[in-house]
């Protein structure tokens, strides 16, 4: 046996997520080869990938060790870091990966990945911005950046980032989603109707995608639209505390009453205490409680 071709047939194995078999090809390299820092680096990959961290980091430390210059190592020993929760060791790493390459787009992609988990949303911006402007065309840089402008209230730039992931990937879930609920923050409400509206289309039993379909045409004054929403909401899952509260809302704007204290009392079995103490209220001013 050849350890290169070992080493190639592990990669193979472990890019299609078959784990154990790229180990075993990893294995019979070392075993051809000790301290073989690409069959290291495999194999600590491929455990990385089967949450086995410990053997992960003893591997991808050796290799370091063999080729202490590696920015790829040292990229996935930061990766095994944060996967341990271990996130200053893996700025480390990350730092130490940066000092060898400079340039790789996927390094700061998962400097921004950390940086969101530390709630450094400034810092995770960007990490991100930076990745896209070395290697623009990665939809899931595009999505984290999405999603990081959207949680800063920035729904233009968050648009803007959702849409081009549509460009790159137009199988990618769920950005009608995040696109019409930007929208309705921006309240251009055709528009959030329109991705909404291709939301439950696309996926009918995403239940917050009928829930904030609803609300658009709530906030449009398509009161029988919003409670068909509510309703295919309430099929899907019928526990669920916020459609059973806007629901009652928009019974009591009808004036009718009775539907609204139904409503109301069925959103007070929601986990979401926000939720509880909203029909709590609602229930207060109808003269229930």
């Known amino acids: 046996?050849?350890?290169?071709?070992?080493?190639?047939?592990?990669?193979?194995?472990?890019?299609?997520?078959?784990?154990?078999?790229?180990?075993?090809?990893?294995?019979?390299?070392?075993?051809?080869?000790?301290?073989?820092?690409?069959?290291?680096?495999?194999?600590?990959?491929?455990?990385?990938?089967?949450?086995?961290?410990?053997?992960?980091?003893?591997?991808?430390?050796r290799a370091i060790q063999?080729?202490?210059?590696?920015?790829?190592?040292?990229?996935?020993?930061?990766?095994?870091?944060?996967?341990m929760g271990q996130f200053d060791a893996a700025n480390q790493s990350f730092e130490l990966a940066r000092k060898n390459n400079p340039d790789n787009p996927y390094l700061y992609a998962e400097m921004g990945?950390?940086?969101?988990?530390?709630?450094?949303?400034a810092g995770a911006i960007a990490a991100y911005e930076k990745s896209l402007s070395l290697f623009e065309p990665n939809p899931d840089a595009h999505f984290r950046l999405a999603q990081l402008y959207f949680s800063q209230r920035q729904f233009d730039s968050a648009v803007k980032q959702f849409q081009r992931v549509q460009q790159l990937d137009g199988q990618w879930p769920r950005t009608n989603y995040w696109i019409?609920?930007?929208?309705?923050?921006?309240?251009?409400?055709?528009?959030?109707?329109?991705?909404?509206?291709?939301?439950?289309?696309?996926?009918?039993?995403?239940?917050?995608?009928?829930?904030?379909?609803?609300?658009?045409?709530?906030?449009?004054?398509?009161?029988?639209?919003?409670?068909?929403?509510?309703?295919?909401?309430?099929?899907?899952?019928?526990?669920?505390?916020p459609a059973w509260l806007n629901k009652g809302q928009v019974y009591e704007e009808l004036v009718n009453l009775p539907q609204a204290r139904q409503a109301y009392e069925k959103a007070l079995a929601s986990p979401d205490p926000q939720v509880k103490d909203a029909a709590n209220n609602a229930l207060r001013k109808l003269g229930v409680k």
Do not use: C
């Open 180 to 241: 019409g609920r930007s929208f309705a923050f921006l309240n251009k409400a055709n528009e959030a109707q329109a991705a909404l509206e291709k939301t439950v289309q696309q996926e009918p039993n995403f239940v917050e995608g009928h829930f904030e379909l609803g609300n658009v045409y709530r906030a449009q004054g398509k009161r029988d639209l919003a409670l068909n929403q509510y309703d295919e909401a309430l099929k899907l899952q019928p526990a669920y505390g």
């Open 113 to 121: 990945n950390l940086a969101a988990k530390r709630q450094d949303i």
């Open 1 to 61: 046996k050849n350890p290169e071709a070992q080493v190639v047939l592990g990669d193979l194995r472990r890019g299609r997520g078959e784990f154990d078999p790229a180990i075993a090809a990893y294995n019979s390299a070392l075993g051809l080869r000790k301290d073989y820092p690409e069959a290291l680096f495999g194999r600590a990959a491929a455990n990385l990938g089967k949450q086995q961290y410990n053997p992960a980091l003893a591997d991808v430390t």
């Open 66 to 83: 063999l080729k202490p210059n590696w920015s790829d190592a040292f990229l996935l020993k930061g990766q095994v870091h944060e996967a």
